[in-house]
């Protein structure tokens, strides 16, 4: 038996165990469109999850998968583990190795290619090819030459006509993770590789990283005959960092890698960077037939909105249908959002999104608003009766598990907070909440559970005469009692959360018939024009369309 590969079955089963409890529902997509065999690349975008991303991928994909990871994160207790337990690679990454300057620097007005210093150490900070990085303003360019303690060259010009302060970020070269990466991909694995960079909560994808590219035309120069695949993965996440949230993995269709580009890659040079620059080119726009890029928050908002408001009310779509749909009407909003029909129907699209939110209902419950009357009424004195008696159900386990609940959020919170200050990209630092979550539960879970079985087990060696095998074995039992306790009241928490949400467009129905008339009106109508507006464009997008049908 292979030890790495028994460690690595291992490793994922469990984390793919403690994903299916932080995570409802779990979805693959596409998952029949991964080579069997020979090596694959899967690129994947976006980052939205940090640690989580890659545990989804090697659950879903179905192959051993090595991924990639930062160099540093391999020194933190939990995450290092799991990371060589699953046989990722590590990166030293330049970013990670940033310093801040000593002293303040300023451009040579008559030569912005050249950088001045005041109580500056450029010697011992800065090398050839190096990064300066200007704090406060985002310029920054390479270090041609190092002239002096107090003046720089520049490759490119930077403007600084004030006394500012700096960083310095190394040059760092990464052959080492090349040859390990072509040598896994001639032994016929498979790589994840995520090449946005770090991790991030944007509802866009950043840029990529050229270094994919260079893996996969790098392994096909050095091994001839070797046929990388390139697998596009998009991850779709619903509320990523909530806890029994849902997530949708889509792999796309694998990009085949040309002899062509691979002869370009190997003359060097122009034509190198070439190679890398189409290839890259066509890893974004195979990403992109996978994932959902919106413009801005204000603008995905408007795309669920419309998407929900086309879907009948009768009809129920899993939630990977719901993605696709998501990304068609993106698609689309994209090639006529200049429109005046569809700048008309986005404003009024998110004027009623402002009604739902001020009635304190979803979209899904306004249909449900057309109850009323003495039937209604005793219908939510039956649903109140259920959902406390679940509640009385799920008390025990939420009592035992609430110190696990405030420490995780504490934690995750104080990680996010942290890892914003630390970014230029992040938003609000919510991509590395479910990590922390995660990490925390599995430091607290087994070791609460441990402690409520030692008092159990206390309280019995002094109540009882029972010898210390009994004892133990009652701890044993105490532990898992409590974890069954726990499932079953989490399970029972989330049909009671159901049906409890069920409540709030009854209880309007019958508090304000008027307000439910008009929210259904605004709905009809706004419903009807989307679904005659995607009538007339959808052939137009897409070839495909078939308005008879909701699954485009």
Same mark, same amino acid.
């Given at each position: 038996?292979?030890?790495?590969?028994?460690?690595? /079955? *291992?490793?994922?089963?469990?984390?793919?165990?403690? &994903?299916?409890?932080?995570?409802?529902?779990?979805?693959?997509? +596409? #998952?029949?469109?991964?080579p069997k065999e020979g090596p694959v690349i899967f690129v994947v975008a976006p980052h939205a999850n940090q640690f989580v991303d890659p545990v989804l991928v090697m659950k879903a994909c179905g192959r051993r998968v090595s991924f990639l990871i930062a160099e540093k994160s391999m020194h933190q207790r939990g995450i290092g583990f799991f990371a060589r337990m699953v046989n990722a690679l590590p990166v030293i990454r330049p970013q990670d190795l940033i310093k801040k300057g000593k002293g303040t620097i300023h451009s040579d007005p008559a030569n912005a290619f050249h950088i001045l210093g005041q109580d500056t150490v450029f010697k011992s900070q800065f090398n050839p090819l190096d990064t300066l990085l200007m704090i406060g303003h985002g310029g920054k360019a390479q270090v041609l030459q190092v002239v002096s303690d107090t003046e720089l060259i520049l490759k490119s010009e930077l403007s600084i006509e004030e006394p500012t302060a700096y960083k310095c970020m190394p040059h760092v070269e990464q052959e080492a993770v090349y040859k390990s990466v072509h040598d896994e991909l001639n032994r016929g694995g498979c790589i994840?590789?995520?090449?946005? +960079?770090? #991790?991030?909560d944007r509802v866009e994808m950043l840029p990529l990283k050229a270094g994919v590219t260079v893996m996969a035309l790098g392994a096909m120069a050095k091994y001839p005959g070797l046929d990388v695949k390139i697998v596009p993965v998009g991850l779709n996440y619903f509320h990523a960092h909530r806890f029994r949230s849902r997530a949708v993995i889509e792999f796309g269709t694998p990009l085949t890698i040309s002899a062509h580009q691979v002869d370009m890659f190997e003359s060097g040079g122009l034509e190198k960077r070439q %190679?890398? +620059?189409?290839l890259l080119d066509t890893i974004y726009d195979s990403l992109k037939s996978v !994932?959902?890029?919106?413009?801005?928050?204000?603008t995905l908002m408007f795309i669920q909105a419309a998407r929900r408001l086309y879907k009948p009310a009768h009809r129920k779509l899993h939630i990977s249908q719901v993605? /696709?749909?998501?990304?068609?009407?993106?698609?689309?909003?994209?090639?006529?959002?200049? /429109?005046?029909?569809?700048?008309?129907?986005?404003?009024?699209?998110?004027?009623?999104?402002?009604?739902?939110?001020?009635?304190?209902?979803?979209?899904?419950?306004?249909?449900?608003?057309? *109850?009323? +009357?003495?039937?209604?009424?005793? *219908?939510?004195?039956?649903? *109140?009766?259920?959902?406390?008696?679940? %509640?009385?159900? /799920?008390?025990?386990? %939420?009592?035992?598990?609430l110190p696990i609940v405030i420490i995780a959020r504490v934690i995750s919170q104080q990680k996010a907070e942290a890892a914003l200050k630390s970014s230029s990209v992040k938003v609000a630092g919510r991509d590395v909440l479910a990590t922390w979550k995660l990490l925390v539960g599995l430091v607290l879970v087994p070791s609460l559970y441990g402690f409520y079985s030692f008092l159990v087990s206390l &309280?019995? &060696?002094?109540? !009882?005469? &029972?010898?210390? !095998?009994?004892?133990?074995?009652?701890?044993?039992?105490?532990?898992f009692a409590i974890a069954g306790i726990s499932y079953a009241s989490l399970r029972s928490g989330e049909i009671g959360l159901d049906i409890a949400k069920s409540l709030k467009p009854m209880m309007l129905s019958v508090i304000?018939?008027?307000? %439910?008339e008009i929210l259904r009106q605004n709905r009809s109508i706004l419903s009807a024009n989307i679904t005659d507006l995607i009538n007339e464009y959808g052939p137009k997008a897409f070839p495909d369309f078939d308005g008879k049908t909701i699954y485009l």
């Open positions: 038996m292979n030890y790495k590969h028994f460690t690595y /079955d *291992l490793t994922v089963a469990f984390l793919s165990f403690v &994903l299916s409890l932080f995570f409802r529902e779990m979805r693959p997509r +596409g #998952s029949h469109r991964i994840t590789i995520f090449p946005e +960079g770090g #991790s991030h %190679a890398c +620059g189409k !994932t959902l890029n919106a413009e801005s928050y204000e993605v /696709d749909l998501n990304r068609r009407f993106l698609i689309g909003y994209n090639m006529y959002k200049s /429109d005046p029909r569809v700048i008309e129907l986005e404003q009024r699209v998110l004027a009623y999104n402002q009604l739902l939110k001020y009635h304190g209902i979803k979209d899904h419950q306004v249909p449900k608003t057309k *109850l009323g +009357g003495i039937r209604t009424i005793l *219908l939510i004195c039956k649903r *109140l009766s259920i959902v406390l008696t679940l %509640a009385l159900w /799920d008390f025990p386990g %939420a009592i035992l598990n &309280l019995l &060696l002094k109540t !009882t005469s &029972l010898n210390f !095998t009994s004892i133990f074995g009652y701890f044993i039992l105490t532990w304000d018939p008027a307000g %439910a």
